[in-house]
């Protein structure tokens, strides 16, 4: 996979809709994953976006998500920067995890997640909101 640094979108409860017009507009492949697939912790809002991808043809990716009941949602403010590596990659990833937290807002630690992956999100000295991954059990 290699390191991929990506645009992620927040929404509020029209995820799904945003990105198949999205799809619509540049074309790719959709994946969506809602938050009842990953259990009772999310039976609210089972149905919403936990996250989706598109990948066009042309080498775009666009994320996005809802944001769920109980955690903050500013419109305007609905870009988020996702850093994302594989097990190859984990080492860098987490050097560059190390540097962003600096004089950072840790908003969720970098550790294994319900979906097997190591994820943390940070929000930097700048105000700039970082979501990190690193893929392929890694942790």
């Known amino acids: 996979m290699g390191l991929l640094l990506n645009p992620y979108i927040s929404f509020k409860d029209n995820a799904r809709d945003a990105m198949e017009f999205y799809r619509s507009v540049f074309g790719g492949e959709l994946t969506i994953n809602t938050f009842g697939e990953y259990g009772e912790k999310y039976a609210e809002g089972a149905d919403l ?18 944001t769920p009941e109980g955690m903050e949602f500013t419109p305007g403010s609905q870009i988020t920067i996702s850093l994302a590596g594989d097990g190859d990659d984990a080492d860098t990833v987490r050097k560059y995890w190390e540097a962003l937290s600096e004089g950072a807002t840790v908003n969720v630690p970098l550790e294994k ?27």
Do not use: K
């Open 49 to 66: 976006v936990m996250h989706s991808q598109l990948t066009t043809p042309g080498g775009l990716t666009l994320m996005a998500s809802d």
């Open 113 to 139: 997640q319900v979906w097997g992956d190591e994820f943390g999100q940070v929000t930097d000295r700048f105000g700039i909101s970082w979501m990190v991954n690193i893929g392929g059990g890694a942790a």
